[in-house]
Nanobody, 115 residues
């Protein structure tokens, strides 16, 4: 079973930037979509950004223009560059990787935006 581990979260001031990474326990092939989701306390998990194998992207309205999702390689499949962070971006961020026969989730990394 492939395991994903997110990294790069932490405490940042409003207006700051962070780059999240997603590392896989083994190389993942035949990826057709990768994404980042987030879940704040008391709220449902929501899509932040998604990228297909062809490179097409889709972002939540709340992060459009501030966040950039990008593809990596088979061991580090997806990244999320976050800029102009706002307190409302505070959440646990999860990476997600989909192949035809499975879907993998990481355990999450905390992002806290506060002065």
């Amino acid at each position: 079973q492939v395991q994903l581990v997110e990294s790069g979260g932490g405490l940042v001031q409003p207006g700051g930037s962070l780059r999240l990474s997603c590392a896989a326990s083994e190389s993942i092939f035949s990826i057709y979509a990768m994404g980042w989701y987030r879940q704040a306390p008391g709220k449902q998990r929501e899509l932040v950004a998604i990228i297909s194998s062809s490179g097409s992207t889709n972002y939540a309205d709340s992060v459009e223009g501030r966040f950039t999702i990008s593809r990596g390689n088979a061991k580090n499949p997806v990244y999320l560059q976050m800029s102009s962070l706002k307190p409302e971006d505070t959440s646990v961020y999860y990476c997600n990787v989909r192949i035809p026969i499975a879907e993998y989730w990481g355990q999450g990394t905390q992002v806290t935006v506060s002065s």
